[in-house]
């Protein structure tokens, strides 16, 4: 039975495909439908479309099966295979397509061999539209012919920024994944799309092979749906592979094994970055995590390289999340299980990171495959307050029941600018809570703006921010009493900024802007990164009153014309207290070399992350137990570093730009 253009679900799903150009609304919620019946009925190809949803990211077909699914999970889940954000995301891009013309624009061009020059047959080339204010607004597929040639039409809502992004996968290439430039102006210049054009864009591959990997037991015998986690590219260090499962995007899907234990990676770099290796995670929800090394030294028969790699088995651990005060389960929690302080030394780096579920709908949870060692268990849900355990015995396989406690609860409502509601939009609530760090927790509004945020502390004050896909809706602070706030986009004020270059003229860069207000001695986030329509001039709603700091860079990394600025400005009943015109600043460079405080050696492999909101980042030292930092702002920074088996430095503030380096001494541990 078709359910509508573009789906089969008794074959193998497609994921992710292009909404049909004629998509209409109740298409879609005829394919939301059938998709629910195909779970019901035990189709496992309904399981691909299913791994849209965080809870089963990392769930075998079986246990995608065997789980409760409503309507409302089928119809995101499909949501986000059309690649949006939501099912209102969907709807609503659907209906403004009805009464408003869409933009087209035609991509076309060749790909071929950039060792030979020969065209390539075979190319899958994906094509997607990113706005960078709210992320993807259509995409597109096609191959390449018997010439290398290709050619896709694609489509987005008029109105709309539409950055050009592209991914070419071959079996015997390296996968290309690029944002596509301007031509004929400078090469970072980023691609915006205009309706009615042409572009043509031709593309060469490296070489590249595939892997051919058997993941089995230590019966020998042949593991199902287990996930390989292998970035083309490479990482350096194996210990780069930690968090990688998150980054699984739309296009790109994470290879799992078949029936017979064996799975098929393609479009692996054949020639990688110097200090990059071939690494693979391998996961299966019933066993130890393992890993590839380095695929890229084993042997390779016509462009094809294979290995078998051997699951152990470990302890589960698994359980229910009630609410304390109903007794009720808790759908959507979080569960994080990571080895306690002095195991996790022992352990390798991508164990030592942890292991995490969701609760399902009968707030059942559970996770396998655990090291063999005491663990700390983290639970959380932007309803309730989270709930920590310490030092917790896995080997014993005994199942939890983790009760949640409400705390305190706000509700409310969100207004956009038009006076109409902010569907989806995104409130956030942050409190005091260890030293130097907020807590933070939040949830989306439904389709008529409305939320509900629990887990809020009894005492104190909480700062509430709220966000739509136009921008900052409002902010405000509540105490203890205050139980209903509305945040109303039409209180903000709009003010202009600009960024000029020592001539007094706007800087020729689209600007990149992120914004905070300070709370409590903290910087809190005003909302999601925006990029300016025009060169050096951007508009931008701010409260009413409070300090509000920018952060202000280059959107196109320009080599020769980069800059990026710190800068606050206190609003006072709707008036900054100092021009908005700001010069931009040379970006600054930062080396920190960390030493052992005993011996004086360096210490590789130390991760060294700033801790500034507007720029938070995170690297690694080398062999020298140097790492550098480019593109800083002349400011005020702190930065923090940590080491297995030295103490760690929690906060070390330095003012740039420095003559020399910075140099953090270690202590070892006792």
Not at 189 to 208: A, C, H, V
Not at 526 to 554: C, H, K, T, W, Y
């Amino acid at each position: 039975m078709e359910a509508g253009p573009g789906r089969n679900w008794k074959g193998r799903c497609a994921v992710p495909t292009s909404l049909p150009p004629n998509a209409n609304l109740t298409q879609l919620k005829h394919q939301a439908k059938d998709l629910l019946k195909a779970h019901k009925r035990g189709d496992p190809a309904c399981c691909e479309v299913l791994r849209q949803l965080r809870q089963f990211a990392d769930s075998s077909d079986a246990d995608i099966l065997s789980a409760a699914v409503k309507l409302d999970d089928a119809q995101f889940a499909l949501a986000m295979s059309y690649a949006f954000e939501s099912w209102a995301k969907l709807k609503g891009h659907v209906e403004a397509a009805a009464g408003e013309k869409l933009s087209l624009a035609v991509v076309h061009g060749r790909v071929t061999s950039e060792a030979t020059g020969e065209p390539i047959e075979g190319v899958e080339v994906r094509l997607a539209l990113r706005d960078p204010s709210c992320g993807m607004v259509g995409n597109g597929q096609t191959r390449t012919d018997a010439d290398g040639h290709y050619q896709c039409s694609i489509q987005w809502r008029r109105g709309q920024r539409a950055e050009l992004l592209y991914e070419c996968c071959h079996a015997h290439h390296a996968r290309e994944t690029c944002t596509a430039v301007e031509p004929g102006r400078s090469p970072h210049r980023r691609l915006r799309m205009s309706d009615g054009q042409r572009y043509e864009i031709d593309i060469s591959l490296k070489e590249g092979y595939a892997l051919e990997l058997t993941v089995e037991n230590e019966r020998g015998e042949p593991v199902r749906d287990a996930q390989i986690i292998i970035p083309p590219e490479g990482v350096r260090g194996v210990e780069r592979l930690v968090g990688r499962v998150m980054d699984e995007g739309r296009w790109s899907k994470w290879p799992r094994t078949d029936a017979g234990g064996l799975c098929r990676a393609e479009g692996l770099h054949a020639h990688l970055a110097p200090g990059h290796q071939c690494a693979a995670e391998i996961r299966h929800s019933d066993y130890r995590r393992q890993v590839l090394a380095d695929a890229a030294v084993l042997p390779r028969e016509r462009h094809v390289a294979r290995a078998t790699i051997q699951l152990a088995e470990g302890p589960h651990l698994s359980g229910q999340v009630i609410c304390a005060e109903t007794g009720r389960p808790v759908e959507g929690a979080r569960i994080w299980a990571t080895p306690s302080g002095s195991a996790a030394r022992t352990l390798m780096p991508l164990e030592a990171f942890g292991a995490w579920a969701t609760s399902g709908p009968d707030g059942c949870f559970e996770t396998c495959g655990l090291p063999a060692c005491p663990h700390d268990l983290s639970v959380s849900h932007g309803g309730w307050l989270q709930a920590r355990s310490k030092l917790l015995d896995v080997t014993s396989n005994e199942p939890l029941v983790v009760q949640l406690e409400r705390g305190c609860v706000i509700s409310g409502e969100v207004i956009d600018r038009h006076g109409g509601p902010a569907a989806e939009a995104r409130v956030l609530a942050c409190w005091s809570g260890a030293p130097l760090e907020l807590s933070l927790n939040g949830m989306r509004a439904d389709d008529l703006g409305r939320f509900e945020i629990g887990g809020l502390p009894a005492q104190g004050p909480v700062c509430v921010t709220a966000n739509s896909d136009e921008g900052l809706c409002g902010v405000v602070e509540i105490g203890p009493d205050d139980r209903r706030v509305t945040f109303d986009a039409r209180d903000l004020v709009e003010v202009e900024v600009v960024v000029v270059d020592d001539a007094g003229q706007p800087v020729p860069e689209r600007v990149l802007s992120k914004t905070y207000i300070e709370w409590m001695h903290e910087w809190v986030a005003l909302g999601e990164i925006r990029v300016s329509d025009a060169d050096g001039v951007f508009p931008v709603r701010l409260p009413a009153n409070g300090r509000i700091q920018f952060d202000l860079s280059a959107y196109e990394d320009t080599p020769g014309r980069p800059f990026h600025n710190i800068e606050s400005v206190m609003m006072r009943q709707g008036r900054p207290g100092r021009p908005m015109t700001f010069t931009a600043s040379w970006p600054c460079k930062l080396t920190v070399t960390c030493l052992d405080a005993q011996t004086g050696k360096p210490i590789p492999d130390v991760l060294v992350g700033l801790k500034e909101p507007a720029y938070p980042c995170q690297e690694a030292t080398d062999d020298q137990g140097q790492v550098v930092f480019d593109n800083l702002p002349p400011h005020k920074i702190s930065l923090q570093a940590f080491a297995p088996h030295y103490e760690a430095v929690y906060q070390k503030t330095v003012t740039l730009p420095m003559d020399e380096g910075l140099v953090i001494h270690l202590t070892p541990k006792a």
